[in-house]
Each structure stands twice: as structure tokens, then as C-alpha cells.
């Protein structure tokens, strides 16, 4: 199975950009939807965005991000991005890449990265 490895976190004051980067350890086109979880101390893990198997146009985003954050795919490197801009410190959390072979929505029987950290300062 495809395995992952996120990366790009780090500390930014609030306003400021990171990417998020996903490798995988195998081409996911037409093979994995894709998404973006974050989970915050104390909290539920969150959907952030999911993009669909084709890694086209269907792309879906938490109600909290939407106009900050933009996932895409570059399938020549077999990576997905999280392009965060705006940030708040609302958004401090750990980020997660998720893939799923089912692509049903239930992302937590996906393949799971190891997370990075992610933390805005007011």
C-alpha cells in the first residue's frame, strides 16, 4: 500500500503562508482520493480538503478554510500540496494526508502520514 510522508510545517505569525507537501510512495492518479485532515489539541480530527481520484476539479473544502487554502496534486511527483494562506492561529494543528482506495468518505480506513506541525502565532 501507498505510504506517505508529509512535510512543510513549521511557525509563521498570523496572515503568513506555508505549503504543505504529501509525498507518496506510488503514483495516486486514479488510484486514491486524497485529503487534508488537521487535528488541534483538544480536538476532533478535521477534514481541511479532499480532492477526488482523478485529482481534477472536484476538490472540497472545510467552511473554515475555504478562500485561504488550496489543495492540488502534481502527479509527476507523486505529491500533494496544501497551499495555506491567511493564516490564524485557529489553524494551529497537526496536519495529516490521507489516502483512500474506497473514496466512500470515510477517511479514517485510509492510509494515514505521520503529520506535521503546523503553528500560527497571534
Known amino acids: 500500500q501507498v505510504q506517505l510522508v508529509e512535510s512543510g510545517g513549521g511557525s509563521v505569525q498570523a496572515g503568513g503562508s506555508l505549503r504543505l507537501s504529501c509525498a507518496a510512495s506510488e503514483n495516486t492518479y486514479r488510484r486514491y482520493c486524497m485529503a487534508w485532515f488537521r487535528q488541534a489539541p483538544g480536538k476532533e480530527r478535521e477534514g481541511v480538503a479532499t480532492?477526488?481520484?482523478?485529482?481534477?476539479?472536484?476538490?472540497v473544502y472545510a467552511e473554515s478554510v475555504k478562500g485561504r487554502f488550496t489543495i492540488s496534486q502534481d502527479n509527476s511527483k507523486n505529491t500533494l500540496y496544501l497551499q495555506m494562506n491567511g493564516l490564524k492561529p485557529e489553524d494551529t494543528a497537526t496536519y495529516y494526508c490521507?489516502?483512500?482506495?474506497?473514496?466512500?468518505?470515510?477517511?479514517?480506513?485510509?492510509?494515514w502520514g505521520q503529520g506535521t506541525q503546523v503553528t500560527v502565532s497571534s
Open positions: 490521507v489516502a483512500d482506495t474506497e473514496c466512500t468518505g470515510n477517511w479514517y480506513s485510509g492510509i
Open positions: 480532492v477526488d481520484i482523478y485529482g481534477s476539479t472536484n476538490y
